[in-house]
């Protein structure tokens, strides 16, 4: 018997990102220094080299990285690669930032 899950992660695991678009997922290292942030973006565009991502930025005094006077932080992709844990993964990329 197929469990609650199963049926769950089947009935999603077929769904595929158009053609058009990449699914970029930003990872940086958190305020402490010993854990990882992320944020996905869907951008309507294949992106191939790094200059395809664009910055975002994020509010840094919610994640201990800066006050709340100046909180605006900037995420600049310095690398990218297929993401191995998205089904159909080579048409995704996953990227590293630098702030």
């Keep these: 018997m197929e469990s609650s899950f199963a049926k769950f992660t089947t009935r999603f695991n077929g769904l595929t990102a158009e053609n058009e678009t990449t699914i970029a997922e930003y990872?940086?290292?958190g305020g402490?220094?010993?854990d990882l942030r992320s944020k996905t973006m869907c951008i309507?565009?294949?992106?191939d080299k790094i200059e395809d991502f664009p910055a975002w930025n994020y509010d840094?005094?919610?994640t201990g990285q800066a006050?709340?006077?100046s909180s605006e932080i900037v995420?600049?992709?310095?690398y990218f690669c297929p993401d191995p844990f998205r089904y159909n993964a080579g048409s995704n990329r996953s990227n590293r930032n630098k702030r």
Excluded: R
């Design 27 to 29: 990872i940086w290292i």
């Design 67 to 69: 006050t709340t006077q």
């Design 44 to 47: 309507p565009k294949v992106c």
């Design 60 to 62: 840094g005094s919610s």
């Design 75 to 78: 995420l600049k992709p310095v």
């Design 32 to 34: 402490s220094g010993f």
